[in-house]
């Protein structure tokens, strides 16, 4: 199994920054790709953004394509999500999932294995 935990959440400002940090253990040689994902009240958990673990090539939702950024430190099992520009309108629970299945232009909250256990950002207008 791998673990996943989050952190980096908070409050901003409207058009401040936030990165958020998703640390990974237990089996990490197993992982494939991470992804980004976020949850508004009473919505389905969408994608934010995506990236191979080996190879590093990224894909990033429209709604966050030139404020997020999704990278990774191999080294230290780390994934991470640079968050820039941030709107109020931006859903407040952040989750990272990691998955074996499908590609990377596929990766959905369906097709994740593990989940870590969310982090709040709100963000003040």
């Known amino acids: 199994q791998v673990q996943l935990v989050e952190s980096g959440g908070g409050l901003v400002e409207a058009g401040g920054s936030l990165r958020l940090s998703c640390a990974a253990s237990?089996?990490?040689?197993?992982?494939?790709?991470m992804a980004w994902f976020r949850q508004a009240p009473g919505k389905e958990r969408e994608f934010v953004a995506g990236i191979s673990w080996s190879g590093g090539s990224t894909r990033h939702a429209d709604s966050v394509k030139g404020r997020f950024t999704i990278s990774r430190d191999n080294a230290k099992n780390t994934g991470y999500l640079q968050m820039n520009s941030l709107k109020p309108e931006d859903p407040d629970v952040y989750y990272c999932?990691?998955?074996?299945?499908?590609?990377?232009?596929?990766?959905?909250?369906?097709?994740?294995?593990?989940w870590g256990q969310g982090t709040q950002v709100t963000v003040s207008s």
């Open positions: 999932g990691t998955t074996n299945r499908g590609g990377l232009l596929t990766v959905a909250a369906g097709s994740v294995d593990y």
């Open positions: 237990g089996r990490t040689f197993t992982i494939v790709r």
